[in-house]
């Protein structure tokens, strides 16, 4: 496939998966408590290791490359970013700038994100920002509970509070978060479609430049919560 002909991710399903409130109300009502593996609690170490303590925090959840990790580093020269991925290959790929042009407000760590924001939760810290840049969409329906909303870490994504963004070329995804969001944090959560003039990360890139739509959920957990006529999810009867 050439690089600006990314094709939206296809599925049989067409809306919000019949299954979602139902799974995200279990997670609720049941804790997880899955082992951390060590690995990943050397990671939150380490990526708290050049932190001062006191600047707020900016989490950029799954960062792949990193180039939005590096972006949101020069955005907010006061905060310390920090860019997880699972993938070494991907955080260990050639940045747009030479080592030592990167900015010294930010860390790379590999980790699985199921136990970081575990990790991030029981340490007690909260984020200022907390971005989920294109996620895997996990289109299939059988692939539900792959999806970060309907997947039992979910509710550890809420705590940690801030402006949680998530970004998606699968309007399902984006609308499937924002209720599941909504949910479990009690919210008024919008959702809307927007325009990349100039994109965060790569997948954002390959697909603006394959004139495809994006959508977006902003949702910012640590306000005073007005209903503002979003989407704001009771339980299933
Ligand atoms: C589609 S890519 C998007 C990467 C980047 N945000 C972008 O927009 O260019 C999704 C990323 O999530 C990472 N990822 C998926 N599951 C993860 C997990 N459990 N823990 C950490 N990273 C994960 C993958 O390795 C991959 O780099």
């Not at 970013?81 to 042009?101: E, H, M, T, W």
């Not at 860390?107 to 907390?130: I, P």
């Not at 940690?160 to 008024?188: D, M, Q």
Request: charged share 25%; net charge positive.
């Amino acid at each position: 496939m050439s690089y600006a002909n990314s094709r939206i991710p296809s599925s049989a399903q067409a809306g919000v998966h019949e299954q979602l409130l139902r799974r995200v109300e279990r997670h609720l009502a049941e804790p997880f408590r899955k082992p951390y593996a060590d690995y990943n609690r050397a990671a939150f170490t380490e990526s708290l290791a050049g932190w001062d303590g006191r600047a707020p925090l900016i989490l950029d959840a799954g960062c792949g490359v990193g180039h939005s990790t590096i972006q949101l580093a020069r955005a907010h020269p006061e905060h310390w970013v920090i860019g997880v991925d699972q993938s070494q290959d991907r955080l260990a790929r050639r940045k747009p700038y030479p080592d030592a042009l990167l900015p010294a407000n930010m860390v790379f760590v590999r980790a699985d994100l199921v136990d970081y924001w575990r990790l991030c939760h029981e340490a007690g810290l909260t984020l200022a920002r907390h971005y989920i840049l294109y996620p895997n969409p996990w289109p299939k329906i059988g692939h539900l509970a792959r999806r970060w909303h309907a997947h039992p870490v979910f509710p550890f994504v809420a705590k940690l509070g801030g402006v949680l963004e998530c970004r998606s070329n699968w309007r399902v995804y984006i609308e499937e978060f924002a209720l599941a969001l909504a949910r479990t944090t009690g919210r008024t959560v919008g959702w809307e479609g927007f325009e990349a003039p100039a994109p965060l990360t790569p997948f954002e890139r390959k697909y603006r430049d394959s004139g495809q739509p994006l959508y977006r959920v902003v949702c910012d957990l640590d306000a005073d919560d007005s209903d503002t006529g979003g989407a704001r999810a009771r339980p299933t009867p």
